[in-house]
């Protein structure tokens, strides 16, 4: 019976030792890494992969509608309205109805009200119009607000909106478009920074933290694992020493 016990010790011990062994290894190179942080090559490096800025909570959403106005491009991210590059102002998610070119300017729409802006993004005026759905633009260039109600025509100065019985003849909705990738990356890259410090991930990964409260235990967890395969060790050792005395005493004699 004692021989079985001590049997599976050995073979609980060989596994748990297994299983230590990996967090020995992400601690041994995590740690090598973190003295070496002052590196050029790890100083100033940022990690910007979409899986480890998520587990973080700063990964930048996806451009919901774009538009192509005047040689700029107008478009939504998250909850911020773009300019080309440039963040202009927060908008809720998903409200960017349309955009268009209006008197040299930018017209936008919202689900609430109409924006004009000029090229930079700055607001020249707004108009109120309720449950705006889209803009559309007529064979003779004037421009039409689609709402719930209806259709409204804006006034060449944009001081008002007024109903119309229909859209202009050959009218046709404005569409969105896609936004080229590399804008699209530089806004992203706006939207959420440069990305995550290496050494703020290497201690993250080093303490567990990178997984949150889960990751702080689980480290706890290997720290105690390898505190008892240590203690459990030398208790092997410290038995092997003495039974190896006994039988060379026992021999001795």
Do not use: C
Not at 235 to 248: L, S
């Amino acid at each position: 019976m004692r021989k079985k016990v001590t049997k599976l010790l050995h073979k609980l011990h060989r596994y748990f030792g297994l299983t230590a062994a990996l967090f020995v290894i992400v601690l041994a190179v995590t740690g090598i890494l973190l003295n070496h942080t002052e590196s050029p090559r790890l100083k100033d490096r940022h990690l910007t992969q979409s899986w480890l800025l998520k587990l973080y909570g700063v990964d930048s959403p996806l451009p919901s509608a774009a538009y192509r106005v005047e040689g700029h491009w107008i478009s939504q991210m998250g909850d911020g309205l773009f300019v080309d590059r440039r963040l202009t102002r927060s908008i809720p998610d998903g409200a960017l109805k349309g955009a268009a070119g209006f008197q040299g300017m930018v017209l936008v729409a919202l689900p609430d009200r109409l924006l004009l802006l000029t090229a930079k993004g700055e607001l020249v005026d707004e108009l109120t119009v309720s449950g705006v759905g889209g803009l559309w633009r007529g064979g003779d260039g004037r421009l039409v607000v689609k709402a719930v109600d209806g259709w409204y025509a804006i006034n060449e100065d944009f001081t008002e909106v007024s109903p119309a019985l229909s859209p202009p003849r050959d009218s046709r909705p404005v569409e969105a478009k896609t936004l080229p990738g590399a804008l699209a990356q530089a806004i992203a890259v706006g939207w959420r920074g440069q990305g995550l410090p290496v050494e703020r991930v290497l201690l993250d990964l080093h303490s567990g933290r990178i997984f949150g409260a889960f990751g702080v235990w689980l480290m706890d967890g290997a720290a105690l694992l390898l505190l008892s395969l240590t203690l459990t060790g030398l208790a092997t050792w410290f038995g092997r020493q003495q039974r190896q005395k006994r039988k060379h005493r026992r021999t001795s004699r």
